[in-house]
């Protein structure tokens, strides 16, 4: 009274598992041997989807290129600022967060506390007070 549930399998060209890689069996047989589908590929129908793929693959670079040479035009007219690029210096939970130096004053970041710094007398960055 008990069901055995139907085992499926591939044989595969590299019997070693060490040797398989992502993409060594077709999707189709993937998905027949996880019982996504219940019949097994026919040949014809994996070499369509294949060409299916390669094809949209072109589309894609024929489509990516176009749009890479309208923004070139684009930025060249000036109807649209190309993008800037940003330089990042610190970070916002750095307690020396944009300074150059010590400073003789004391400074605060969030939680942090630094005291101001002993300048020797008559150097350049020492504040007159």
Same mark, same amino acid.
């Given at each position: 009274?008990?069901?055995?549930?139907?085992?499926?399998?591939?044989?595969?060209?590299?019997?070693?598992?060490?040797?398989?890689?992502?993409?060594?069996?077709?999707t189709?047989?993937?998905?027949?041997i996880?019982?996504?589908?219940?019949?097994?590929?026919?040949?014809?129908?994996?070499?369509?989807?294949?060409?299916?793929?390669?094809?949209?693959?072109?589309?894609?670079?024929?489509?990516?290129?176009?749009?890479?040479?309208?923004?070139?035009?684009?930025?060249?007219?000036?109807?649209?600022a190309?993008?800037?690029?940003?330089?990042?210096?610190?970070? /916002? *939970?750095?307690?020396?967060? &944009?300074?150059?130096? !010590?400073?003789?004053?004391? #400074? @605060?970041? /969030? *939680?942090?506390?630094?005291? &101001?710094?002993?300048? !020797?007398?008559?150097?350049? #960055? @020492?504040?007159?007070?």
């Open positions: 009274g008990q069901t055995i549930p139907e085992r499926r399998f591939v044989e595969a060209v590299n019997p070693q598992v060490y040797q398989y890689e992502m993409g060594d069996f077709p189709e047989w993937e998905a027949w996880r019982k996504k589908r219940n019949d097994p590929p026919t040949i014809e129908e994996i070499l369509k989807n294949e060409n299916y793929r390669e094809e949209m693959k072109q589309k894609i670079r024929d489509v990516s290129e176009k749009d890479k040479l309208l923004q070139a035009k684009e930025y060249k007219e000036g109807l649209v190309e993008p800037v690029h940003t330089h990042v210096k610190g970070h /916002a *939970s750095a307690p020396y967060y &944009g300074k150059k130096e !010590p400073s003789q004053d004391p #400074s @605060s970041t /969030a *939680s942090t506390f630094q005291p &101001g710094s002993w300048m !020797p007398p008559g150097s350049s #960055s @020492s504040h007159n007070k």
